[in-house]
Structure formats: structure tokens, C-alpha cells
């Protein structure tokens, strides 16, 4: 079975520029979340969905950063425009969400972003 | 507010040996959920094992265990007969249990804990 894809694994751009990440979450999950991690800050929750509805947000920087899930096998982050400080790791995590409360949550391989 | 403790930055342990990879907790909620992931070097976070608050057994996957200690709250993760590749980070993790709070679903990590297994 696949797992949580994204896209790109890499991505190195200049401050000012928008960047898009792209998340592919595990068939049949219902919830999907992003996080970012650093070392300063470690891994943060920046929102999370569920059945492709943003349920929390709180932990979203800023207003430069966006995030859509337009349908339940696809979901964007975008920072427009980016700084340096938004260079770390940008993890996509799915989970299903039954009845009794959310289940595990497992992750794709990230996103490592350079913000030059 | 819940919170999550690792207080070793770095642990070493030969290879075939046990080891053991402490994660103390805080929370008021009567039900939730511990996690552990792995994060080799190559960066992706890798779901280990899963202990719930009401779990009367410590949860066991192959060579993990889960040293669940609810009094303590303590759920601290033991590796038997450790092998080169669970050279990584190893992250503690929680979350509420709560069926009508979709809050709930949030993780909160502990910094993690690098473990090195030398031959």
C-alpha cells in the first residue's frame, strides 16, 4: 500500500518567492495534517483537516502561509511570500478518524525546504 | 496544557543489548494516547508503537515494548537486542482521547532522543 506522498522532497528558492507543497494522504484516511519541524522549534502542528475540512489552524505562523485540501486525496501548503525562517522540514501526516476519536497518524517523508 | 518530556538528548548502546528511552508526561484528560516514532537520517518519521491511557497491558511490537507507567506518567519505549539500523531520533508523542472533540486529534512531541548503536 502507498504511503503519504508529497511532493517536492526538496525545494531551495529565494525569499520573496511562493512555495507550494503538495501532500497525497493514504487512501481512506479522513484526516490529514501538516507539520514543520526545526530545531529550535521541533516538530509543530500548522493544521490539520478533517474530511477535507480545516478543523484547526491555530498553529499557522502567519498570514503568508495557506493551506487547501480541495478533495479527499490531495492538499496544499503555500507560503507566499517566503522568508528564510520558514526554511525546515514540512511533514504531511493521514490518519482515520472513526467514531471513537482519532487513530494514528503516519507520515509522509517531508519536504525539505531552503528559503535562501 | 499536556506536555511532553524527553530529558535524553543522546543515548549509546551496543549492538544486541536492550535499551531504554525515557518519555514522562503531563495531562489532566483520564484518556489518551501515547505514540512513539522513529526518524532515521534519512528524515521520515516512522510510526513505532501505541500505548492508550485505558490499555491494561504495556503494547509490544516486535523488538518494542512500551513501559507504560500510569502513575508516573511514564511510557518509556525499551528496544531489545538493538541492531545498527535503530541508529535514528526517537520521538514521544500524545494526544487526547476524547470522541466528540476534534481537538483531540492534535499530537504533541517531545524533542527527541538520538540513539547511536555502535557494534
Known amino acids: 500500500d502507498a504511503g503519504v506522498i508529497q511532493s517536492p522532497r526538496h525545494e531551495v528558492t529565494e525569499m520573496g518567492q511562493e512555495v507550494t507543497l503538495r501532500c497525497k494522504p493514504i487512501?481512506?484516511?479522513?484526516?490529514l495534517f501538516w507539520y514543520r519541524q526545526t530545531m529550535m522549534r521541533g516538530l509543530e502542528l500548522l493544521i490539520y483537516?478533517?474530511?477535507?475540512?480545516?478543523?484547526?489552524d491555530s498553529g499557522m505562523p502567519e498570514d503568508r502561509f495557506s493551506a487547501k485540501m480541495p478533495n479527499a486525496s490531495f492538499s496544499t501548503l503555500k507560503i507566499q511570500p517566503s522568508e528564510p525562517r520558514d526554511s525546515a522540514v514540512y511533514f504531511c501526516a493521514s490518519s482515520l478518524r472513526l467514531a471513537g476519536g482519532g487513530d494514528t497518524q503516519y507520515f509522509g517523508p517531508g519536504t525539505r525546504l531552503t528559503v535562501l | 496544557a499536556q506536555k511532553i518530556t524527553q530529558t535524553q538528548p543522546g543515548m549509546f548502546v551496543q549492538e544486541k543489548e536492550a535499551v531504554t528511552l525515557d518519555c514522562t508526561y503531563d495531562t489532566s484528560d483520564q484518556s489518551y494516547g501515547l505514540f512513539w516514532y522513529k526518524q532515521p537520517s534519512s528524515g521520515e518519521m516512522i510510526f513505532l508503537i501505541y500505548q492508550g491511557s485505558y490499555d491494561e497491558q504495556n503494547a509490544t511490537e516486535g523488538r518494542y515494548s512500551l513501559n507504560f507507567q500510569k502513575a508516573r506518567k511514564s511510557a518509556n519505549l525499551v528496544i531489545s537486542a538493538s541492531q545498527l539500523g535503530d541508529s535514528a531520533m526517537y520521538f514521544c508523542?500524545?494526544?487526547?482521547?476524547?470522541?466528540?472533540?476534534?481537538?483531540?486529534?492534535?499530537?504533541?512531541f517531545g524533542t527527541g532522543t538520538r540513539l547511536q548503536v555502535f557494534p
Open positions: 487512501s481512506g484516511h479522513n484526516s
Open positions: 508523542a500524545m494526544r487526547e482521547i476524547a470522541v466528540r472533540s476534534y481537538n483531540t486529534d492534535k499530537l504533541i
Open positions: 483537516f478533517n474530511n477535507n475540512v480545516p478543523i484547526d
